[in-house]
T-cell receptor
């Protein structure tokens, strides 16, 4: 079975500090894509960052970066200089290449950024 | 305007009623999806479609049906709603392998 596990249901961080959200996944496939989505209280699902499994280099998007460890099947998200607007539910997900674009999601981590 | 629009945004319905959730997209993509979000479970795939003649069941299709009326429109129906179908429902579309999924604003459905 293909699964995604986010072991931290809730986390909090002080504004301007750094926080890391954990994600592990399980698949026997070799070609896939990994994503982090953010869901603020507005409910909108917003793509934060995307990683192609065949790329060894970790993806970065401004204050957001990932630590992708393919052998360990780990895909953590680091948020630097946390801002109040980062308060949201964060979902880790992956998509197997050539399987219809279906996303398999983790349970989510609710992040609170405190002033 | 939003790339993916869902209607209604919120709905309360009674057990046993039929309800349809609608989704339209302006991205021009062929692939469309319906997901269900429950606390502690994340999002799970209900149905997906590659075009009007190609519809596929997802992980949790029991109790649901879908219709792909056009490339841009994909609706989800609950033929006889039950309380454990209370959830947040998302429609999404993607352009191809590994590309970003664009989501609608979600429909909060409550079955009483």
């Amino acid at each position: 079975a293909q699964t995604v596990t986010q072991s931290q249901p809730e986390m909090s961080v002080q504004e301007a500090e750094t926080v890391t959200l954990s994600c592990t996944y399980d698949t026997s496939e070799n070609n896939y894509y990994l994503f982090w989505y953010k869901q603020p209280p507005s409910r909108q699902m917003i793509l934060v960052i995307r990683q192609e499994a065949y790329k060894q280099q970790n993806a970065t998007e401004n204050r957001f970066s990932v630590n992708f460890q393919k052998a360990a099947k780990s895909f953590s998200l680091k948020i630097s200089d946390s801002q109040l607007g980062d308060t949201a539910m964060y979902f880790c997900a992956f998509m197997i290449y050539n399987q219809g674009g279906k996303l398999i999601f983790g349970q989510g981590t609710e992040l609170s950024v405190k002033p | 305007d939003a790339d993916v629009t869902q209607t209604p945004r919120n709905r309360i319905t009674k057990t046993g009623k039929r309800i349809m959730l609608e989704c339209s997209q302006t991205k021009g993509h062929d692939r469309m999806y319906w997901y269900r979000q429950d606390p502690g479970l994340g999002l799970r795939l209900i149905y997906y479609s590659f075009d009007v003649k190609d519809i596929n069941k997802g992980e949790i299709s029991d109790g649901y049906s879908v219709s792909r009326q056009a490339q841009a429109k994909f609706s989800l129906s609950l033929e006889s709603a039950i309380p454990n179908q209370t959830a947040l429902y998302f429609c999404a579309t993607t352009g191809g392998h590994g590309t970003e999924a664009f989501f609608g604003q979600g429909t909060r459905l409550t079955v009483v």
